[in-house]
């Protein structure tokens, strides 16, 4: 891998904030617990947005990359295991990958099997650090309701 781990996960994280999440270190915690730097690797090649219309397949992924198509396979299977990007296919066309939108997406998936392993747990503990009253006014916007 060309840069440090540090550096792929500050840009994740920063890919991250144009789907609507604000940036800040807590994203950037989140980010490196769910992601290995492989998977991240390949995700901050996907487009952030618009979210969620915009998806890529991984040969458009490769194309950007430089990747192999095979490591982008693997990773963004992986994520979609792990709900951290969705996937659509329609007939006979190719998969297509993408970020989830922030206000239901990629801070919620951690919670969607509904387990309550060390994982999740310590995933609840970054996410409550994260949406803080600050980033839940800028995330969710600053209307009164």
């Known amino acids: 891998m060309g840069q440090s781990n540090m550096d792929i996960y500050t840009q994740l994280a920063e890919q991250l904030s144009m789907t609507g999440m604000p940036l800040t270190p807590a994203l950037t915690d989140m980010v490196k617990q769910?992601?290995?730097p492989e998977?991240?690797?390949v995700a901050v090649h996907l487009t952030p947005w618009p979210v969620p219309l915009t998806t890529q397949t991984?040969?458009?992924i490769a194309?950007?990359?430089g990747l192999p198509v095979a490591q982008i396979e693997e990773a963004l299977e992986q994520l979609v295991s792990k709900n951290l990007v969705f996937c659509r296919q329609q007939?006979?066309?190719p998969k297509e990958y993408g970020f989830h939108h922030a206000g239901f997406g990629f801070p919620q998936s951690f919670f969607w099997d509904g387990e309550?392993?060390?994982t999740a747990k310590k995933m609840t503990k970054l996410v409550v650090k994260y949406f803080n009253r600050d980033v839940t006014k800028e995330a969710l916007g600053g209307t009164n309701t």
Request: glycine residues 0%.
């Open 34 to 36: 769910s992601f290995t």
């Open 39 to 41: 998977q991240a690797q």
């Open 58 to 60: 991984v040969e458009s």
């Open 63 to 65: 194309r950007k990359s």
């Open 91 to 93: 007939d006979d066309t």
């Open 116 to 118: 309550q392993s060390d």
